[in-house]
């Protein structure tokens, strides 16, 4: 099956500082990559939709000033949580959709938890 | 707006035993429906997924039940094993948009010796 990385699996930082996750998909390009936020015991949330060469769209009340998406290339989204704060501590999972828009599948990252101190 | 209702929020099943999880929609839109499977501190494996023209779809132990009319699907695994235990997620989401997902509140299952 198709294989989504994410890096690092965790970190910790101090508040106020920037954190840059990484999301590959290692054996299928990946047009649109999703990223979610999770916290304990709770659903997904997704916070935005990434497509390769062009700006992420955002979901309602998720700042994209705060949460940066880049999406360089087929297999490489990033998210960078800038001048993070505790409140931005939580479980951060990436999802690639595999082939084309008649294809819905999307496979997941392993996630990052994110502990902003 | 939540336009995916799952149920029960958890759920404890005998080994061996047939472990049910039910999910709703509003969205008669919607066109896919997978559910996936989420161990403690892990990302959401794709554990199967139907379409609306069948009503049925098994793959190994797990079954997936899909009711067009009433707007609901739901998930039966077989002969529950304790490695089963996990939270399970219904989604639903539309072809030809942004293939966004919407989930289910999600289900947590025991399977007990």
């Known amino acids: 099956g198709a294989v989504v990385s994410q890096h690092p699996s965790r970190v910790i930082c101090k508040s106020g500082t920037s954190v840059k996750i990484e999301c590959r998909s290692l054996d299928f390009q990946a047009t649109t990559m999703f990223w979610y936020r999770q916290f304990p015991k709770q659903s997904l949330m997704l916070m935005a939709t990434s497509n390769e060469g062009s700006k992420a769209t955002y979901e309602q009340g998720v700042e994209k000033d705060k949460f940066l998406i880049n999406h360089a290339s087929l297999t490489l989204s990033t998210l960078t949580v800038t001048s993070a704060h505790p409140e931005d501590s939580s479980f951060y999972i990436c999802?690639?959709?595999?082939?084309?828009?008649?294809?819905?599948?999307?496979?997941f990252g392993p996630g990052t938890r994110l502990l902003v101190l | 707006q939540q336009q995916v209702k799952q149920s029960p929020q958890s759920l404890i099943v005998q080994k061996g035993g047939i472990s049910i999880i039910n999910c709703a929609y509003e969205n008669t839109a919607f066109d896919y429906f997978p559910w996936y499977q989420q161990f403690p501190g892990k990302g959401p494996a794709l554990l199967i997924a139907?379409?609306?023209?069948?009503s049925e779809k098994k793959e190994g132990r797990f079954t997936i039940s899909f009711n067009k009319s009433a707007k609901q699907f739901s998930l039966h695994i077989m002969d529950s094993q304790p490695g089963d235990s996990a939270t399970y997620f219904c989604a639903a989401s539309i072809t030809g948009t942004a293939s966004k997902l919407t989930f289910g509140t999600g289900t947590r299952l025991q399977v007990t010796l």
């Open positions: 139907i379409r609306p023209d069948v």
């Open positions: 999802s690639a959709r595999a082939g084309d828009g008649g294809i819905e599948t999307q496979y």
